[in-house]
């Protein structure tokens, strides 16, 4: 089977619902290789998280509902979308993608 993932252009970083990075692409490595990239699968995520984030991670998890935001860092900026998985009906986890923003983005309304 194709792993998909590793050919998106975003970073993906799942996690179970302890927290606990289960599954990072190369993507998501690359971009958290100065903390460990690949080394973080097994870790909590807490650890990477401040207070606030780790109140909403905990909220969408109980709730399941999802997070959508965008930042800027060195001058790119990205789209964060934070969903939840589920198994069996149930909140399993998270899935965190990171997609870089072009400068110039079009907005388009349909009828």
């Known amino acids: 089977m194709i792993n998909w993932t590793q050919s998106l252009n975003c970073a993906i970083t799942v996690c179970n619902r302890d927290g ?3 599954y990072m692409n190369d993507k998501s490595a690359n971009t958290w290789a100065k903390q460990g990239g690949e080394s973080l ?3 909590s995520l807490f650890g990477c998280h401040g207070q606030r984030s780790t109140e909403i991670i905990h909220r969408l998890m109980q709730t399941g509902e999802s997070n959508t935001y965008t930042v ?3 001058g790119v900026k990205k789209l964060i979308y934070q969903t939840p998985w589920f198994e069996d009906g149930k909140v399993a986890g998270m899935v965190e ?4 923003l072009p400068t110039e983005i079009p907005h388009y309304v349909r009828k």
Request: aromatic share 8%; charged share 25%.
């Open 41 to 43: 699968i097994g870790k």
């Open 20 to 22: 606990i990075i289960i």
């Open 72 to 74: 800027e860092k060195n």
């Open 97 to 100: 993608f990171s997609i870089v």
